[in-house]
């Protein structure tokens, strides 16, 4: 695998051979601090009626050898409830992507005037059950960070570097390699955050080495529809981890365990015990 993916946000469309496992990453919340800053002053007394308080990142791991049945599940799902699995979006006929805020608002796609909408989310719980995946999530309370550290760590950074950490030493414990994929947001947001990975991982930090994150061989960003295959795929990995994500978002966020969190639970890196190993809260 060539090193052009550190120069430029690219986009991959293939799993190569010599890549053992990929984690795809979502988030959840804002990384805005000045927004926490001023509501502080507003309601110091009062924490509670803080808004925006949760960020949250999730890392979705999937081995080689495990993605083919993944895929074939998932797609099983969607040519279940559209005719061959797809929707016509404004921008014309095309693969059915699951996006968790769509099927929590019933938009699109998921509207049930269109689908058996209490049976899809049946199906859909039993896919994510049966998923072969390791998560690891991340997830900072905005209003304590600022409250404690006169110079706060970027929320965003933070966060990351948790979850690369953790991928990076299972990888090496078990002798693999592994890339990163993230959903493409636009030009800027993409070279920053690209910008940021490849310092970490050719530079470390303070707990870890540069060599001991050289496992990863990549960083990628996709959108949700495949250009190559013009809208008729989607990357399974990353719809997968945004529907992964918000359960765990909305846990920490309220601390209330619906059946989408149980479902997500059992696969926390060190489940049943996955606080500070697959579920790490900051500060």
Not at 205 to 217: A, D, F, H, M, W
Request: glycine letters at 6%; proline letters at 5%.
């Amino acid at each position: 695998m060539s090193g052009e993916w550190k120069r430029r946000p690219t986009l991959i469309d293939s799993w190569e051979d010599s890549i053992d496992s990929v984690m795809s990453l979502d988030e959840n919340g804002t990384t805005d601090l000045a927004g926490i800053r001023k509501q502080i002053m507003k309601n110091f007394m009062n924490p509670s009626a803080i808004t925006d308080r949760w960020f949250t990142i999730t890392g979705v791991v999937i081995d080689r050898s495990d993605f083919p049945a993944f895929r074939d599940s998932i797609l099983a799902v969607k040519h279940a409830h559209w005719n061959d699995g797809k929707f016509g979006y404004k921008q014309g006929m095309k693969r059915v992507v699951f996006h968790s805020s769509e099927i929590r608002k019933r938009v699109g796609p998921f509207n049930p005037k269109m689908i058996n909408y209490g049976q899809f989310m049946l199906d859909l719980s039993d896919m994510i059950a049966a998923a072969p995946v390791t998560v690891y999530s991340a997830s900072i309370d905005k209003y304590r960070h600022v409250i404690q550290y006169a110079y706060p760590y970027h929320v965003y950074t933070l966060c990351l570097e948790f979850i690369v950490e953790r991928y990076c030493r299972e990888l090496r414990a078990n002798g693999k390699t592994g890339m990163l994929l993230l959903e493409s947001r636009g030009k800027k947001e993409d070279a920053e955050i690209l910008k940021f990975l490849v310092d970490f991982l050719d530079r470390g930090n303070r707990y870890y080495r540069p060599e001991q994150l050289s496992c990863i061989k990549g960083v990628y960003f996709n959108p949700k529809w495949s250009s190559l295959h013009n809208g008729q795929a989607s990357f399974i990995t990353l719809e997968l981890t945004d529907l992964i994500s918000y359960p765990i978002h909305k846990f920490v966020r309220s601390n209330t365990r619906d059946k989408a969190y149980e479902i997500v639970e059992t696969k926390l890196f060190n489940y049943p015990f996955p606080s500070g190993y697959g579920l790490k809260t900051f500060p």
